[in-house]
């Protein structure tokens, strides 16, 4: 693979702070899912977040997943691969899928929408 062919495959399965808060306020079909533990997602999530721990993704387990949506996973960021692994699932599922880049950390770092304990 050439580094163009490695550019491109990256930003077709990653998406930053911006352009998921831009996608959330459109009409687009996207779903938040955050695929950390639960005492992760009550401690702070995205608002609008889904919480669906990566451990239980599987085939019997997909609820109401729609092919036509976008998925995208998270987790609290460099140092953290749920999201990887959501991902994955999801994608093996046939789901269209895709990371945020940096998680948590950086989401909140651009002060975008979030819900914590102390809301």
């Not at 077709?12 to 533990?37: N, P, Y």
């Not at 977040?49 to 085939?59: V, W």
Request: proline letters at 2%; glycine letters at 8%.
């Amino acid at each position: 693979m050439d580094q163009v062919n490695y550019y491109e495959n990256k930003l077709a399965f990653e998406i930053d702070s911006w352009d998921l808060h831009e996608a959330m306020k459109s009409t687009k079909q996207v779903v938040v899912l955050d695929v950390r533990g639960e005492v992760a997602y009550s401690k702070k999530h995205i608002k609008g977040a889904i919480h669906y721990p990566h451990s239980q993704i599987i085939e019997d387990n997909r609820g109401d997943f729609d092919s036509a949506t976008l998925y995208v996973t998270y987790c609290d960021g460099l140092g953290c691969n749920a999201a990887t692994n959501g991902a994955l699932k999801l994608a093996k599922l046939g789901f269209k899928v895709v990371e945020l880049s940096g998680g948590l950390t950086w989401w909140d770092e651009h002060d975008y929408p979030t819900v914590n304990a102390e809301s």
